[in-house]
């Protein structure tokens, strides 16, 4: 199974200033289709998960602008770069190239 | 609108059996590999299971924990997507979500095991 870690687990961010999540896999999300399987969900407190990035890069319809994503093969990273009070929750990358699907552990936000 | 929408929760004992639902809605379900998450209370999210469309021979992959004892189908002309699980464990009490890869959740159904 693929392994995805996370780092950090938890964070608490100033509004307005940047953060930055850090996913890992235990083997490349490349598929020999030239698409890279890595995908951001965002689960607010109370409600089901919400897809912010797919295929590594790609921001989700809905998903604001000051979400990102980058990375490659097995080093993935999303950046929010000015970071709002509805932001808080948790963010989980999850590997969509190989079954079983597999999620990271997640990074909680919070607002100081 | 595209939507989800799980059923058939609820306190279960251990040992025993429960069906859950998933209503699809706003896509032709029929062309789409559907899939089962759970969050069991204060935890991260757990893949348990996928199904392939029928175009795809319609087959079924399942986490470790659950292999054995859980089982999905699909009924495509009612657009449903079934979990059945046997053999309940404590362990299993969790939030469920039906979740059509990558960006469509339901808002999930609450199995609780516990004697």
């Known amino acids: 199974d693929i392994v995805m870690t996370q780092t950090p687990l938890s964070l608490s961010v100033t509004p307005g200033q940047p953060a930055s999540i850090s996913c890992k896999s235990s083997q490349s999300l490349l598929h020999s289709d030239g698409k890279t399987y890595l995908y951001w969900y965002l689960q607010k407190p109370g409600q089901s998960p919400q897809l912010l990035i797919y295929e590594v890069s790609r921001r989700f319809s809905g998903a604001p602008d000051r979400f990102s994503g980058s990375g490659s093969e097995t080093d993935f990273t999303l950046e929010i770069s000015r970071v709002e009070a509805e932001d808080v929750g948790f963010y989980y990358c999850?590997?969509?190239?190989?079954?079983?699907?597999?999620f990271g552990p997640g990074t909680r936000v919070d607002i100081k | 609108e595209m939507q989800l929408v799980e059923s058939g929760g609820g306190l279960v004992q251990p040992g025993r059996s429960l069906r859950l639902s998933c209503t699809a809605s706003?896509?032709?379900?029929?062309?789409?590999?559907m899939s089962w998450v759970r969050q069991a209370p204060g935890k991260g999210l757990e893949w348990v299971g996928f199904i392939k469309s029928e175009a795809y021979g319609g087959t079924t992959e399942y986490a470790a924990s659950v292999k054995g004892r859980f089982s999905i189908s699909r009924d495509d002309s009612k657009s449903i997507v079934y979990l059945q699980m046997s053999s309940l464990k404590i362990d299993d009490t969790a939030l469920y979500y039906c979740?059509?890869?990558?960006?469509?959740w339901g808002l999930g159904t609450m199995v609780t095991v516990s004697s």
């Open positions: 979740h059509r890869e990558p960006s469509i």
């Open positions: 706003g896509f032709t379900f029929g062309d789409f590999a």
């Open positions: 999850m590997q969509g190239i190989r079954l079983p699907r597999t």
